[in-house]
Protein backbone atom coordinates (compact mmCIF):
# COMPACT_ATOMS: atom_id res chain seq x y z
CA UNK A 1 0.00 0.00 0.00
CA UNK A 2 1.34 3.72 -0.49
CA UNK A 3 3.10 5.54 1.97
CA UNK A 4 3.00 8.84 2.58
CA UNK A 5 5.72 11.43 2.85
CA UNK A 6 5.05 14.71 3.89
CA UNK A 7 7.29 17.97 4.00
CA UNK A 8 7.26 20.39 6.63
CA UNK A 9 9.39 23.17 7.09
CA UNK A 10 8.96 27.75 7.63
CA UNK A 11 9.12 29.19 4.09
CA UNK A 12 11.81 29.61 1.61
CA UNK A 13 13.96 26.51 2.81
CA UNK A 14 13.64 24.74 -0.34
CA UNK A 15 10.42 22.59 -0.12
CA UNK A 16 9.26 22.80 -3.24
CA UNK A 17 12.53 22.39 -4.49
CA UNK A 18 13.10 19.44 -2.71
CA UNK A 19 9.61 17.92 -3.55
CA UNK A 20 10.75 18.65 -7.45
CA UNK A 21 13.88 16.78 -7.22
CA UNK A 22 11.43 13.45 -5.25
CA UNK A 23 9.32 13.43 -7.64
CA UNK A 24 11.37 14.53 -10.93
CA UNK A 25 8.98 17.61 -11.84
CA UNK A 26 10.06 20.42 -13.22
CA UNK A 27 6.93 22.09 -13.38
CA UNK A 28 6.36 23.38 -10.18
CA UNK A 29 6.86 27.38 -10.10
CA UNK A 30 9.53 27.64 -7.80
CA UNK A 31 10.26 31.67 -7.02
CA UNK A 32 10.88 33.64 -4.00
CA UNK A 33 7.13 34.86 -3.55
CA UNK A 34 6.12 32.73 -1.46
CA UNK A 35 2.78 30.63 -2.17
CA UNK A 36 3.16 30.77 -6.40
CA UNK A 37 1.46 27.21 -7.19
CA UNK A 38 -1.30 24.63 -5.90
CA UNK A 39 -1.77 21.72 -7.78
CA UNK A 40 1.93 20.41 -8.05
CA UNK A 41 1.99 19.74 -4.00
CA UNK A 42 1.65 15.93 -4.45
CA UNK A 43 3.71 13.85 -6.73
CA UNK A 44 4.89 10.19 -6.72
CA UNK A 45 8.79 9.00 -5.95
CA UNK A 46 10.06 6.53 -7.11
CA UNK A 47 13.24 5.02 -5.47
CA UNK A 48 15.14 1.67 -6.04
CA UNK A 49 12.22 -0.06 -7.29
CA UNK A 50 9.41 1.11 -4.62
CA UNK A 51 7.05 4.23 -4.91
CA UNK A 52 5.66 6.63 -2.01
CA UNK A 53 3.66 9.81 -1.92
CA UNK A 54 5.25 12.71 -1.49
CA UNK A 55 3.36 16.09 0.06
CA UNK A 56 4.78 19.67 0.02
CA UNK A 57 2.72 21.18 2.60
CA UNK A 58 3.76 24.87 2.00
CA UNK A 59 1.65 25.56 -1.35
CA UNK A 60 -1.75 25.29 1.15
CA UNK A 61 -0.54 28.33 3.79
CA UNK A 62 -2.52 31.54 3.33
CA UNK A 63 -0.45 34.30 2.74
CA UNK A 64 -1.11 36.75 5.39
CA UNK A 65 1.07 37.48 8.45
CA UNK A 66 -0.52 37.23 11.14
CA UNK A 67 -2.45 33.92 10.48
CA UNK A 68 0.81 32.88 8.70
CA UNK A 69 2.46 30.98 11.64
CA UNK A 70 -0.97 29.60 13.04
CA UNK A 71 -1.37 28.01 9.60
CA UNK A 72 1.69 26.28 9.54
CA UNK A 73 1.57 25.00 12.91
CA UNK A 74 -2.07 23.60 12.24
CA UNK A 75 -0.28 22.28 9.25
CA UNK A 76 2.67 20.55 10.83
CA UNK A 77 -0.20 18.58 13.56
CA UNK A 78 -2.07 17.39 10.21
CA UNK A 79 0.74 16.40 8.48
CA UNK A 80 1.97 14.51 11.61
CA UNK A 81 -1.79 12.78 11.51
CA UNK A 82 -2.37 11.90 8.29
CA UNK A 83 1.26 11.17 7.20
CA UNK A 84 3.36 8.04 7.32
CA UNK A 85 6.52 10.14 7.87
CA UNK A 86 7.65 13.42 7.91
CA UNK A 87 10.54 15.45 6.15
CA UNK A 88 11.68 18.25 8.41
CA UNK A 89 13.42 20.52 6.06
CA UNK A 90 15.71 23.47 7.38
CA UNK A 91 18.09 25.79 5.77
CA UNK A 92 21.66 26.30 7.01
CA UNK A 93 22.49 29.27 5.37
CA UNK A 94 19.95 31.04 7.62
CA UNK A 95 20.30 29.17 10.53
CA UNK A 96 18.39 27.82 13.66
CA UNK A 97 15.11 30.33 14.19
CA UNK A 98 12.11 30.18 17.01
CA UNK A 99 10.01 28.95 14.55
CA UNK A 100 12.26 25.86 13.77
CA UNK A 101 12.34 25.24 17.78
CA UNK A 102 8.58 25.26 17.83
CA UNK A 103 8.02 23.29 14.73
CA UNK A 104 10.66 20.55 16.93
CA UNK A 105 8.04 20.57 20.05
CA UNK A 106 5.08 19.64 17.82
CA UNK A 107 7.39 16.68 15.84
CA UNK A 108 9.56 15.60 19.15
CA UNK A 109 5.73 14.43 20.03
CA UNK A 110 4.61 12.49 17.51
CA UNK A 111 5.19 8.69 17.10
CA UNK A 112 6.03 8.98 13.70
CA UNK A 113 9.68 8.79 11.73
CA UNK A 114 10.86 12.37 11.49
CA UNK A 115 13.88 12.90 9.82
CA UNK A 116 15.68 16.51 10.17
CA UNK A 117 16.68 17.65 6.71
CA UNK A 118 19.66 20.62 6.44
CA UNK A 119 19.10 22.20 2.82
CA UNK A 120 21.83 24.70 1.08
CA UNK A 121 24.59 22.84 2.27
CA UNK A 122 27.25 23.55 -0.74
CA UNK A 123 30.55 22.88 1.03
CA UNK A 124 32.42 21.31 3.68
CA UNK A 125 31.85 25.11 5.55
CA UNK A 126 27.78 24.73 5.56
CA UNK A 127 28.73 21.38 6.77
CA UNK A 128 29.54 22.39 10.04
CA UNK A 129 27.03 25.04 10.58
CA UNK A 130 24.22 22.18 10.43
CA UNK A 131 25.39 20.93 13.81
CA UNK A 132 23.32 23.54 15.33
CA UNK A 133 19.77 21.65 14.04
CA UNK A 134 21.38 19.11 16.63
CA UNK A 135 19.75 21.09 19.42
CA UNK A 136 16.18 20.54 18.07
CA UNK A 137 16.40 16.89 19.44
CA UNK A 138 15.79 15.53 16.18
CA UNK A 139 18.74 13.28 15.94
CA UNK A 140 21.21 13.80 13.16
CA UNK A 141 20.31 16.40 10.45
CA UNK A 142 21.00 14.67 6.99
CA UNK A 143 23.01 17.17 4.77
CA UNK A 144 21.52 17.89 1.14
CA UNK A 145 21.20 20.67 -1.46
CA UNK A 146 17.86 20.42 -3.12
CA UNK A 147 18.81 22.47 -5.81
CA UNK A 148 21.92 20.77 -6.90
CA UNK A 149 20.58 17.24 -5.43
CA UNK A 150 23.27 16.19 -3.65
CA UNK A 151 22.64 14.62 -0.60
CA UNK A 152 19.35 13.08 -1.94
CA UNK A 153 20.38 9.76 -2.50
CA UNK A 154 21.31 9.06 0.70
CA UNK A 155 18.29 10.94 2.39
CA UNK A 156 16.01 8.58 -0.15
CA UNK A 157 18.08 5.90 1.24
CA UNK A 158 17.35 6.56 4.83
CA UNK A 159 12.85 7.40 3.78
CA UNK A 160 12.72 3.67 2.54
CA UNK A 161 14.05 2.43 5.75
CA UNK A 162 12.15 4.31 8.02
CA UNK A 163 9.10 3.63 6.00
CA UNK A 164 7.14 0.39 7.12
CA UNK A 165 6.51 -2.40 3.92
CA UNK A 166 5.01 -5.22 5.50
CA UNK A 167 1.49 -3.71 5.10
CA UNK A 168 -0.46 -6.49 3.94
CA UNK A 169 -4.40 -6.18 2.31
CA UNK A 170 -6.90 -8.37 3.09
CA UNK A 171 -9.13 -7.53 0.17
CA UNK A 172 -9.58 -10.21 -2.44
CA UNK A 173 -8.09 -9.12 -5.91
CA UNK A 174 -10.65 -8.78 -8.68
CA UNK A 175 -13.12 -6.84 -6.47
CA UNK A 176 -13.71 -3.48 -7.18
CA UNK A 177 -13.04 -0.42 -4.81
CA UNK A 178 -14.72 2.62 -4.79
CA UNK A 179 -13.77 5.41 -2.57
CA UNK A 180 -16.66 8.34 -1.73
CA UNK A 181 -14.28 11.51 -1.75
CA UNK A 182 -15.20 15.13 -1.23
CA UNK A 183 -14.63 17.62 1.52
CA UNK A 184 -15.76 18.05 4.59
CA UNK A 185 -19.61 18.63 5.38
CA UNK A 186 -20.72 17.38 1.39
CA UNK A 187 -21.97 14.30 2.61
CA UNK A 188 -19.49 11.63 2.15
CA UNK A 189 -20.79 9.57 5.64
CA UNK A 190 -23.98 10.11 5.32
CA UNK A 191 -23.90 8.55 1.70
CA UNK A 192 -21.54 5.58 3.06
CA UNK A 193 -24.91 5.25 5.72
CA UNK A 194 -27.39 5.27 2.69
CA UNK A 195 -25.57 2.37 0.84
CA UNK A 196 -25.04 0.44 3.69
CA UNK A 197 -27.97 1.18 5.75
CA UNK A 198 -28.68 0.36 9.23
CA UNK A 199 -28.48 -3.35 8.07
CA UNK A 200 -24.42 -3.50 9.67
CA UNK A 201 -24.37 -7.27 9.12
CA UNK A 202 -23.90 -7.68 5.43
CA UNK A 203 -21.03 -5.87 5.91
CA UNK A 204 -17.87 -7.52 6.87
CA UNK A 205 -15.06 -4.75 7.92
CA UNK A 206 -11.82 -5.67 7.26
CA UNK A 207 -9.00 -3.66 9.55
CA UNK A 208 -7.56 -1.08 7.24
CA UNK A 209 -4.24 -1.82 5.36
CA UNK A 210 -3.07 1.45 5.54
CA UNK A 211 -3.59 3.12 9.02
CA UNK A 212 -6.90 4.80 8.48
CA UNK A 213 -8.39 3.01 5.34
CA UNK A 214 -11.24 0.50 6.48
CA UNK A 215 -12.58 -1.69 3.66
CA UNK A 216 -16.16 -2.14 4.03
CA UNK A 217 -17.36 -5.29 2.02
CA UNK A 218 -21.12 -4.73 0.47
CA UNK A 219 -22.72 -7.64 -1.22
CA UNK A 220 -26.69 -7.09 -1.64
CA UNK A 221 -28.68 -6.25 -4.91
CA UNK A 222 -26.40 -7.94 -6.84
CA UNK A 223 -22.96 -5.55 -6.24
CA UNK A 224 -20.00 -7.24 -4.78
CA UNK A 225 -17.55 -4.65 -4.29
CA UNK A 226 -15.51 -3.18 -1.13
CA UNK A 227 -16.22 0.71 0.31
CA UNK A 228 -12.89 2.60 1.10
CA UNK A 229 -13.95 4.42 3.88
CA UNK A 230 -11.03 6.53 4.83
CA UNK A 231 -13.42 9.19 7.13
CA UNK A 232 -14.99 8.89 10.68
CA UNK A 233 -12.27 6.44 11.76
CA UNK A 234 -9.64 8.90 13.29
CA UNK A 235 -11.25 11.11 16.65
CA UNK A 236 -11.40 14.77 15.18
CA UNK A 237 -7.80 17.16 16.05
CA UNK A 238 -7.52 20.18 16.78
CA UNK A 239 -7.68 21.10 13.14
CA UNK A 240 -10.11 23.84 11.94
CA UNK A 241 -11.96 21.21 9.90
CA UNK A 242 -12.35 23.17 6.93
CA UNK A 243 -9.01 23.75 5.55
CA UNK A 244 -8.70 22.62 2.13
CA UNK A 245 -5.33 20.87 2.96
CA UNK A 246 -6.72 19.15 5.63
CA UNK A 247 -9.13 17.37 3.01
CA UNK A 248 -6.72 16.82 0.32
CA UNK A 249 -4.62 14.80 2.75
CA UNK A 250 -7.70 13.22 4.07
CA UNK A 251 -8.54 11.80 0.33
CA UNK A 252 -4.92 10.63 -0.78
CA UNK A 253 -4.84 7.14 0.43
CA UNK A 254 -8.50 7.04 0.06
CA UNK A 255 -8.16 8.04 -3.63
CA UNK A 256 -5.02 5.90 -4.39
CA UNK A 257 -6.66 2.29 -2.74
CA UNK A 258 -9.61 2.75 -4.70
CA UNK A 259 -10.37 1.79 -8.34
CA UNK A 260 -13.46 4.14 -8.65
CA UNK A 261 -13.97 7.60 -6.91
CA UNK A 262 -17.39 9.16 -6.12
CA UNK A 263 -16.79 12.37 -5.75
CA UNK A 264 -19.15 14.39 -3.51
CA UNK A 265 -20.06 17.93 -4.57
CA UNK A 266 -22.64 20.30 -2.69
CA UNK A 267 -25.39 21.49 -4.73
CA UNK A 268 -26.18 24.08 -2.41
CA UNK A 269 -22.39 25.53 -2.97
CA UNK A 270 -21.16 24.62 -6.09
CA UNK A 271 -17.86 24.16 -7.25
CA UNK A 272 -14.94 25.30 -5.15
CA UNK A 273 -11.41 24.84 -5.05
CA UNK A 274 -11.33 22.48 -2.75
CA UNK A 275 -13.16 20.07 -4.78
CA UNK A 276 -10.78 20.85 -8.10
CA UNK A 277 -7.97 19.69 -5.55
CA UNK A 278 -9.70 16.54 -5.01
CA UNK A 279 -10.17 16.48 -8.55
CA UNK A 280 -6.69 16.84 -9.54
CA UNK A 281 -5.65 14.27 -7.46
CA UNK A 282 -8.01 11.80 -8.83
CA UNK A 283 -6.52 12.62 -12.54
CA UNK A 284 -3.09 12.25 -11.35
CA UNK A 285 -3.98 9.00 -9.98
CA UNK A 286 -5.62 8.15 -13.17
CA UNK A 287 -8.64 6.60 -11.30
CA UNK A 288 -12.15 6.18 -12.99
CA UNK A 289 -14.68 8.94 -11.24
CA UNK A 290 -18.24 9.08 -10.81
CA UNK A 291 -20.01 12.83 -9.79
CA UNK A 292 -22.32 13.21 -7.49
CA UNK A 293 -24.04 16.27 -6.54
CA UNK A 294 -25.74 15.80 -3.23
CA UNK A 295 -28.11 17.37 -0.64
CA UNK A 296 -30.27 18.29 -4.30
CA UNK A 297 -33.46 17.90 -1.93
CA UNK A 298 -32.65 21.45 -0.79
CA UNK A 299 -32.08 23.11 -3.98
CA UNK A 300 -35.45 24.95 -5.12
CA UNK A 301 -35.58 24.82 -8.55
CA UNK A 302 -34.95 21.67 -9.88
CA UNK A 303 -36.19 21.89 -13.83
CA UNK A 304 -33.81 20.71 -17.00
CA UNK A 305 -32.60 24.03 -17.45
CA UNK A 306 -31.17 24.14 -13.92
CA UNK A 307 -29.70 20.59 -14.13
CA UNK A 308 -28.20 21.44 -17.16
CA UNK A 309 -26.33 23.97 -16.40
CA UNK A 310 -25.11 22.65 -13.43
CA UNK A 311 -23.18 19.80 -15.59
CA UNK A 312 -22.40 22.04 -17.71
CA UNK A 313 -20.36 24.28 -15.10
CA UNK A 314 -18.92 21.01 -13.78
CA UNK A 315 -17.81 19.30 -16.98
CA UNK A 316 -16.38 23.38 -18.09
CA UNK A 317 -14.41 23.19 -14.67
CA UNK A 318 -13.00 19.83 -14.78
CA UNK A 319 -12.10 20.19 -18.54
CA UNK A 320 -10.84 18.23 -20.25
CA UNK A 321 -11.63 15.56 -18.81
CA UNK A 322 -15.39 15.90 -19.16
CA UNK A 323 -16.86 12.54 -20.15
CA UNK A 324 -18.08 11.14 -16.52
CA UNK A 325 -21.60 10.51 -15.30
CA UNK A 326 -22.62 13.03 -13.38
CA UNK A 327 -25.99 12.07 -11.01
CA UNK A 328 -27.96 14.25 -8.69
CA UNK A 329 -28.81 12.57 -5.48
CA UNK A 330 -29.42 13.14 -1.86
CA UNK A 331 -28.70 10.91 0.31
CA UNK A 332 -30.81 12.47 3.19
CA UNK A 333 -33.60 10.91 1.34
CA UNK A 334 -31.67 8.62 -0.44
CA UNK A 335 -32.82 9.85 -3.46
CA UNK A 336 -31.15 8.12 -7.10
CA UNK A 337 -28.43 6.37 -4.26
CA UNK A 338 -29.10 3.56 -6.19
CA UNK A 339 -28.02 4.89 -9.03
CA UNK A 340 -24.34 5.90 -8.05
CA UNK A 341 -23.90 2.23 -7.25
CA UNK A 342 -25.16 1.20 -10.50
CA UNK A 343 -23.04 4.38 -11.91
CA UNK A 344 -19.99 3.11 -9.88
CA UNK A 345 -19.99 -0.19 -11.32
CA UNK A 346 -20.81 0.58 -14.94
CA UNK A 347 -17.15 2.81 -14.84
CA UNK A 348 -15.46 0.06 -13.33
CA UNK A 349 -16.25 -2.16 -16.02
CA UNK A 350 -15.68 0.46 -18.71
CA UNK A 351 -12.06 0.35 -17.30
CA UNK A 352 -11.93 -3.21 -17.95
CA UNK A 353 -13.55 -3.69 -21.61
CA UNK A 354 -11.64 -4.75 -24.62
CA UNK A 355 -11.86 -3.37 -28.04
CA UNK A 356 -10.54 -5.20 -30.57
CA UNK A 357 -8.32 -4.44 -33.16
CA UNK A 358 -9.89 -5.01 -35.81
CA UNK A 359 -13.24 -3.11 -35.16
CA UNK A 360 -10.58 -0.03 -33.47
CA UNK A 361 -9.00 0.12 -37.25
CA UNK A 362 -12.34 0.31 -38.88
CA UNK A 363 -13.66 3.05 -36.90
CA UNK A 364 -10.71 4.93 -36.41
CA UNK A 365 -8.94 4.94 -39.34
CA UNK A 366 -11.65 6.60 -41.69
CA UNK A 367 -11.91 9.41 -39.06
CA UNK A 368 -8.40 9.98 -39.22
CA UNK A 369 -8.30 10.03 -42.82
CA UNK A 370 -10.51 12.57 -42.87
CA UNK A 371 -8.84 14.56 -40.20
CA UNK A 372 -5.30 14.17 -40.71
CA UNK A 373 -3.12 15.49 -37.90
CA UNK A 374 -2.10 19.20 -39.16
CA UNK A 375 1.11 18.89 -40.86
CA UNK A 376 4.61 20.19 -39.40
CA UNK A 377 7.62 21.90 -40.90
CA UNK A 378 5.99 20.80 -44.37
CA UNK A 379 5.60 17.15 -43.56
CA UNK A 380 2.55 14.96 -43.51
CA UNK A 381 2.11 12.32 -40.56
CA UNK A 382 0.39 9.54 -41.91
CA UNK A 383 -1.32 7.07 -39.65
CA UNK A 384 -1.47 3.71 -40.48
CA UNK A 385 -3.02 1.20 -37.50
CA UNK A 386 -3.77 1.54 -34.43
CA UNK A 387 -4.62 -1.07 -31.33
CA UNK A 388 -5.45 -1.50 -27.41
CA UNK A 389 -2.56 -2.40 -25.47
CA UNK A 390 -3.39 -5.24 -23.74
CA UNK A 391 -3.34 -5.46 -19.17
CA UNK A 392 -3.06 -1.94 -19.00
CA UNK A 393 -4.66 -0.21 -15.73
CA UNK A 394 -6.51 2.00 -17.94
CA UNK A 395 -7.54 1.51 -21.67
CA UNK A 396 -4.49 2.66 -23.58
CA UNK A 397 -4.60 2.81 -27.23
CA UNK A 398 -1.34 3.39 -29.59
CA UNK A 399 -1.30 4.91 -32.96
CA UNK A 400 1.21 4.01 -35.26
CA UNK A 401 2.35 7.29 -37.18
CA UNK A 402 5.67 7.54 -39.66
CA UNK A 403 6.17 10.76 -37.67
CA UNK A 404 5.23 10.56 -34.32
CA UNK A 405 7.16 13.35 -32.38
CA UNK A 406 4.83 15.94 -34.92
CA UNK A 407 1.52 14.56 -33.61
CA UNK A 408 0.39 17.13 -30.44
CA UNK A 409 -1.80 16.34 -27.36
CA UNK A 410 -4.53 18.60 -29.19
CA UNK A 411 -5.03 15.64 -32.16
CA UNK A 412 -4.41 12.90 -28.74
CA UNK A 413 -6.98 14.95 -27.08
CA UNK A 414 -9.22 14.52 -30.63
CA UNK A 415 -8.22 10.92 -31.15
CA UNK A 416 -9.46 10.38 -27.39
CA UNK A 417 -13.12 12.13 -27.89
CA UNK A 418 -13.54 10.06 -31.24
CA UNK A 419 -12.64 6.62 -29.19
CA UNK A 420 -15.19 7.91 -26.43
CA UNK A 421 -17.68 9.01 -28.69
CA UNK A 422 -17.95 5.58 -30.42
CA UNK A 423 -17.36 3.33 -26.91
CA UNK A 424 -18.44 3.77 -23.58
CA UNK A 425 -15.32 4.53 -21.60
CA UNK A 426 -17.52 7.10 -19.56
CA UNK A 427 -16.11 7.84 -16.16
CA UNK A 428 -12.75 6.24 -17.11
CA UNK A 429 -9.62 7.84 -18.04
CA UNK A 430 -7.43 6.47 -20.97
CA UNK A 431 -4.42 7.08 -22.27
CA UNK A 432 -3.59 7.74 -26.16
CA UNK A 433 0.26 7.06 -27.26
CA UNK A 434 1.69 7.64 -30.41
CA UNK A 435 4.36 5.61 -31.18
CA UNK A 436 6.72 4.38 -34.31
CA UNK A 437 5.34 2.38 -36.98
Known amino acids: MGNLVAIVGRPNVGKSTLFNRLTKSR ?33 WVVKSDDIFEEAI ?19 VKSGLTDWDEDVAVILRQTKLPVILVANK ?14 KLGLGDPQCISSASGSGTGDLLDLVLSKLNTDEVDDTEDGIPRFAVVGRPNAGKSSIINA ?12 AGTTRDSIYTRYTKFGFDFYLVDTAGIRKKTKVNEDL ?48 VVN ?78 PPSMKGKYIKIK ?53
Open 195 to 206: FIGEDRNIVTEI
Open 121 to 134: VDNNTDQYDAMEFY
Open 244 to 291: EFYSVMRSIRAIENSDVCILMIDATRGIESQDMNIFQLIQKNKKSLVV
Open 73 to 91: RQQVLIATEEADLVLFLVD
Open 27 to 59: RAIVSDTAGTTRDRQYGKCEWNGREFSVVDTGG
Open 385 to 437: YCSQLPETQIPSFVFYANLPQYVKEPYKRFLENKIREHWNLSGCPINVFIRQK
Open 295 to 372: KWDLVEDKDQKVIKTFEAAIRDRMAPFSDFPIIFASALTKQRIFKVLEMAKQVYLNRTQRIGTTKLNEVMLPIIENTP
